[in-house]
């Protein structure tokens, strides 16, 4: 059964940093290729960053270019999203989402920019 | 604002067949693969079809995608309440290698 399991989120001031994590089990995840998708309270889904199965191709959304950073460690089956110079706007429910297709989701993690 | 365009409400009473919309331009959905997801309250969102029409195992065949040019639909017969929830469409911009969402459509069970 194909897993995704998001972690490290939670409550940061404007202009700090957060690191989330997704834990995948259940295929094969160096086949993949791994996005994040945000969800802002009350609001619809928001592509954030896309990395391929060899980290060879990276791309993000223009509101968080500069900001933050997708990679992956395919031997320990996780994805990662680092995310520096927060801002309220990026307060949002954030999933992890196999290949381009979005064909499996985490059960998200809450980020929650604030003062 | 949502780069392909949905509908923010739906609605149908039980047994009914319901359509929701999503329009987008020729650079998005007249060039790419459309997919639709759905979300219940409280959850992630589930892939309900894929490669515009295709259902993925275990979705009930009371619901279909279609795509022509730069629309695609979904449709829902013989409404049940247990579809009540937000469905999105998507699709991957081959050209901008970056993924899209309509801004959803909530649809409610009467």
């Known amino acids: 059964e194909v897993q995704l399991v998001e972690s490290g989120g939670g409550l940061v001031q404007p202009g700090g940093s957060l690191r989330l994590s997704c834990a995948a089990s259940?295929?094969?995840?160096?086949?993949?290729?791994m996005n994040w998708v945000r969800q802002a309270p009350g609001k619809g889904l928001e592509w954030v960053a896309y990395?391929?199965?060899?980290?060879?191709?990276?791309d993000y959304a223009d509101s968080v270019k500069g900001r933050f950073t997708i990679s992956r460690e395919n031997g320990k089956n996780s994805l990662y999203l680092q995310m520096n110079d927060l801002r309220d706007g990026d307060t949002a429910v954030y999933y992890c989402?196999?290949?381009?297709?979005?064909?499996?989701w985490g059960q998200g993690t809450l980020v929650t920019v604030s003062s | 604002q949502s780069v392909l365009t949905q509908p923010p409400s739906a609605s149908g009473t039980p047994g009914q067949r319901v359509t929701i919309s999503c329009s987008g331009s020729?650079?998005?959905?007249?060039?790419?693969?459309v997919n639709w997801y759905q979300q219940l309250p409280g959850t992630a969102p589930k892939l309900f079809i894929h490669?515009?029409?295709q259902r993925p195992s275990g979705v009930p065949d009371r619901f279909s995608g279609s795509k022509s040019g730069t629309s695609a639909s979904l449709a829902i017969s013989g409404l049940q309440s247990e579809d009540e929830a937000v469905y999105y469409c998507?699709?991957?911009?081959?050209?901008?290698?970056?993924?899209?969402f309509g801004g959803g459509t909530k649809l409610t069970v009467l």
């Open positions: 989402a196999r290949d381009r297709v979005f064909d499996y």
């Open positions: 259940g295929f094969t995840f160096s086949s993949f290729s």
């Open positions: 990395i391929s199965t060899i980290s060879d191709i990276i």
């Open positions: 020729r650079s998005n959905i007249g060039s790419n693969i």
């Open positions: 490669g515009n029409d």
């Open positions: 998507a699709v991957w911009d081959e050209s901008l290698n970056e993924g899209v």
